[in-house]
DNA sequence: CTATGTAAACAAC
DNA sequence: GTTGTTTACATAG
């Protein structure tokens, strides 16, 4: 587009500094991003006060059963408890209209939380909903030759993978093709047939909505969105709904939109399509191409220049080469890396459940669709006409919407313990590994972003937010660290249309203890400037070893993919600007390694790598649910990330000190976190939970709630109970015992059910017309007295929560 | 700002 | 010409 920079700088310096790893040192130090959340912008209308009034008008509009009370400390929020039964969307409608005729000063936040506490049973039944078959395609398992590659450099093809196989699910001769994806991509010949492939490829998209996926999600709920009523919700759509008609529509749009994935999603499907996930720039060209029309018959020439300019732009594509060294591969770094193929961003929900145990983490990465539309913004909440849009999903929101756990101060703190939730176990198991856990999560505070307190924490209870950190000083470098996972991504999105504006939900993830490392010092900050080229100054800045080179653990990686044959390219460091950081790496992996510099493996490790690895594996958990996303942002990490390049403003700003731009690796948490955290309260917490364990929690607060990707809302109610409780209780046998132990014992286990302290919620927020799910802690006064002892419970306040 | 997308200038092959 | 890197700029959010 713009054709505008007539003036292209020259480029003055020139690279290249790839190969010689040797020195490697480079990589300098971190940084995170930190991210950045930009904060929210806090509103804050008028304190309070009106509030109560307006709960009774509320109220009456409203069916029966439905429960309005006035939140005890935030102004202008009120608890909206809402019977199983009810209609959610007509409650948000009455919810929205109301919030606007009351405009700023009246309650314009709604929590909504189901009274139906534990008979949830609608929940299950309505995920199972969804699900469908969805393969009949699918057997196209033609494809499989398997063994292949070679490694020659020829043979570039790579082998037909499993991922393949999934990815046929629509498009079935693509598959095939994916499979062999290959052979002959030399040449290219592959166009030729390519061509054939495409065009079926459109056919399945149309098939695709026809067929399973889409219609279930995109009309399923729109019906019953529609609907009132509640319960039929089930059962009966499925099949009757596939509505035909739009197939033909489809199929067309197909080739001339453009999908609505990034590059960086589209160059992660074709990766991970492959077997050994890795493929050469030409069969990345390769598979775009025959997977999405557009990009053969009506991009222009540019997007290849794209695709490179993405590959080397982010981190976590990683170049290696072959053992000759004339073949190169790009690959996805395996800290980055959540998998995903096309064929899980296609399809709807259901994910799953028995498909493939490890690949669960496509179960995961259901994204919300967004609402926004591309284009414009506007957006809000106009309906859009169906379907048309909603050939492929996209992959990750832009929106977000964070899952954090709240308490609601009822008269005062309350505490609440942990909960625990888990999520999903990981996904794909292998990697993950280790940590599994569950976790539990301390943190108090009410804290969506939506709301409008962004504050500071500071201001209010410094408290809350040091303690946390305190366990992480023990690190020695704070920052380093932590890493949450963020998610987020950002694919364009493209909503589907079907949902109402006001329906839609975001997701994001918070990160939620963002704020364990980082607060204190100031110090990291520095560090982001990009010498520019340098090689290593940044090290001088962190002291700690984490720095490290990318090209040690690039090695590393791919070792265990089982190619030993490659090497890893990477290049260095960074930059200024955009470019490519280098994710630095992996803290996983660097176990592994032999790291070479570090030299008392040991030592390094407790002290400052600790965080990482800790990090790194929640990072991975995260990683897998998160999944989707992640394109970009996949995990964020933390580790040690460089210096950032980019951006050298950062410096100045005191805490945060990452913020890299890729991502992907670091967390922004922090930043959110003291977003967050406006919540008096804070406390609690075991002062045992070790860090990682925080980080987990993190992880897994994220998660959840990226999980689930309820298309409407009712469904994210629904879930809470699911999600919630059967998460813990599967997961916290395996995994790990130790965080049971500090936090409650019982809470875990047994708890959840009478006292379940964990629930989620939506959160609608007139003002924005958002709709955000949200976990709220909530404290029954059994268990955990110990804290305050008084608490109170909501259960006083809602009976029906019991 | 950040994330993306484009275009383009180079560098190495 | 292809593959990679890196700038620069534009734009949406």
């Known amino acids: 587009m713009m054709r505008t920079s ?124 969804k699900l469908q078959s969805k393969d009949e395609t699918s057997t196209a398992t033609k494809g499989a030759r398997a063994a292949d590659c070679q490694d020659g450099e020829k043979n570039i093809k790579q082998s037909p993978d499993k991922t393949v196989e999934r990815a046929v699910l629509w498009p079935p001769q693509v598959n095939s093709m994916g499979g062999q994806e290959q052979e002959g991509n030399s040449s290219g010949e592959a166009t030729s047939s390519g061509l054939d492939n495409s065009l079926t490829n459109i056919q399945w998209l149309g098939k695709m909505s026809s067929d399973g996926l889409g219609p279930c999600t995109v009309k399923q709920e729109m019906e019953k969105e529609n609907q009132t ?14 509505a035909p008609a739009t197939s033909s529509s489809l199929r067309q749009d197909s080739i001339s939109e453009r999908p609505p994935y990034s590059y960086m999603a589209m160059i992660q499907f074709a990766i991970n399509s492959t077997e050994k996930k890795r493929m050469t720039l030409k069969d990345i060209y390769t598979w775009i191409e025959d997977h999405f029309p557009y990009f053969k018959y009506v991009a222009k020439p540019g997007w290849k220049n794209s695709i490179r300019h993405n590959l080397s732009l982010h981190d976590m594509f990683v170049r290696e080469t072959s053992a000759n060294g004339k073949i190169s591969f790009w690959t996805i770094h395996p800290d980055a890396n959540r998998y995903l193929t096309l064929d899980q961003v296609f399809k709807p929900l259901d994910a799953g459940s028995p498909t493939s145990p490890e690949y669960s983490e496509s179960q995961q990465k259901r994204h919300i669709p967004e609402l926004q539309k591309n284009t414009g913004g506007n957006s809000s909440n106009k309906a859009e006409p169906q379907n048309a849009r909603r050939k492929m999903k996209p992959l990750l929101p832009r929106v977000n919407s964070y899952l954090v756990p709240i308490q609601f101060p ?79 991504n950002s694919q364009p999105g493209e909503a589907p249309a079907s949902f109402p504006a006001a329906l839609c939900i975001k997701e994001e993830k918070e990160d939620s203890c963002p704020d364990k490392w980082q607060p204190s010092f100031p110090t990291v900050l520095s560090i982001k400037e990009e010498p520019v080229q340098s090689d290593e100054e940044p090290s001088l800045l962190l002291p700690v070893p984490c720095v490290k080179r990318e090209k040690h653990f690039t090695v590393l990686k791919s070792p265990p993919r089982g190619v030993s044959d490659t090497v890893i390219i990477k290049r260095r460091k960074m930059g200024r600007s955009r470019r490519k950081q280098h994710l630095v790496l992996p803290c996983s992996e660097e176990p592994v390694l032999v790291l070479p510099e570090s030299t008392g493996s040991d030592s390094f490790r407790l002290t400052s790598d600790l965080p990482f690895l800790q990090e790194t594996q929640s990072l991975e958990l995260s990683c897998s649910q998160e999944e989707g996303g992640p394109f970009k942002t996949p995990v964020k990490e933390m580790f040690c990330k460089l210096p950032v390049s980019s951006t050298p403003s950062k410096v100045p700003t005191a805490t945060p000190p990452m913020g890299g731009p890729d ?140």
């Open 6 to 129: 007539p003036r292209r700088p020259l480029i003055l310096k020139r690279r290249k500094l790839s190969l010689p790893d040797g020195n490697a040192s480079n990589s300098p130090a971190r940084d995170e991003p930190d991210g950045e959340s930009k904060g929210a912008p806090k509103q804050e209308h008028s304190r309070g006060d009106k509030t109560r009034d307006r709960v009774e008008c509320g109220s009456q509009k409203f069916p029966a059963g439905i429960k309005i009370i006035n939140h005890p400390t935030m102004p202008n929020t009120q608890v909206v408890i809402i019977p199983p039964d009810a209609d959610i969307q007509s409650i948000i409608e009455a919810l929205t209209a109301k919030g606007k005729e009351c405009g700023s000063n009246g309650p314009n936040k709604f929590i909504l939380i189901s009274s139906g506490g534990s008979s949830r049973p609608t929940g299950s039944a309505a995920a199972q909903q």
């Open 410 to 488: 009822v008269s005062q703190p309350l505490i609440l313990h942990s909960s625990l939730k888990v999520p999903q176990p990981m996904a794909q198991g292998a990697s993950l590994s280790g940590s599994e856990a569950i976790r539990s999560s301390k943190r108090v505070r009410i804290a969506p972003k939506v709301l409008p307190s962004t504050e500071e924490p500071s201001s209010f209870l410094p408290t809350g937010p040091v303690e946390e950190k305190s366990h992480c000083d023990e690190r020695p470098s704070p920052f380093a660290p932590t890493q949450s996972v963020k998610e987020n």
């Open 229 to 242: 009523p509640m319960q039929e919700e089930i059962k009966t759509e499925e099949d009757s709904i596939a």
């Open 663 to 802: 991502s992907w690796r670091l967390a922004p948490i922090a930043k959110e976190s003291s977003e967050l955290d406006f919540s008096p309260v804070r406390t609690s917490q075991v002062p045992f939970t070790s860090l990682q364990e925080n980080l987990d929690l993190l992880g897994f607060n994220s998660t959840p709630l990226k999980n689930s990707l309820f298309d409407s809302p009712r469904q994210l109610l629904q879930t809470e109970s699911n999600d919630m409780v059967s998460g813990p209780l599967t997961s916290s046998p395996a995994s790990n015992p130790e965080s049971t132990k500090q936090s409650s014992p019982e809470l875990p286990a047994s708890g959840l059910p009478e006292n379940q302290s964990l629930m989620e919620g939506l959160v609608l927020d007139t003002m924005n017309n958002s709709l955000s799910k949200i976990l709220l802690d909530i404290s029954f006064s059994g268990l955990e007295d110990d804290i305050l002892g008084q608490e109170m419970s909501w259960s006083q306040f809602i009976p029906e929560l019991r």
